[in-house]
């Protein structure tokens, strides 16, 4: 069974930083593409970012040069930097398996306020 947990969410100001964790099980991750996908409340899910199990790297136009998605496969954990945050980044972040939107095999995900 696959089993994605993320962490590290919070509030935080407008130019902040944050780095999301989330540890995968249940699956050969090392193997795998994953994603960080993000939503709004009454808007659909949004991917952000993915990275092949070779390590390249993807992002969505709105988060390039402000994101980073890295791996470590040792630890199975996937990490999202956020850093110079805006208030429009404020969402649930959720990473999923895979490149692209994965609703069925996704984590709770983690909330990432950006708020003055």
């Known amino acids: 069974e696959v089993r994605l947990v993320e962490s590290g969410g919070g509030l935080v100001q407008p130019g902040g930083s944050l780095m999301l964790s989330c540890v995968a099980s249940?699956?050969?991750?090392?193997?795998?593409?994953m994603s960080w996908l993000r939503q709004v409340p009454g808007q659909d899910l949004e991917w952000v970012s993915a990275?092949?199990?070779?390590?390249?790297?993807y992002y969505t136009e709105a988060v390039k040069g402000r994101f980073t998605i890295s791996r470590d496969n040792a630890k199975s954990t996937l990490y999202l930097q956020l850093t110079n945050l805006k208030a429009e980044d404020t969402a649930m972040y959720y990473c999923?398996?895979?490149?692209?939107?994965?609703?069925?095999?996704r984590g709770q995900g983690t909330q990432v306020t950006v708020s003055s």
């Open positions: 999923s398996k895979g490149h692209g939107i994965n609703r069925r095999e």
């Open positions: 249940g699956f050969t991750f090392s193997t795998y593409a």
């Open positions: 990275i092949n199990d070779e390590g390249k790297t």
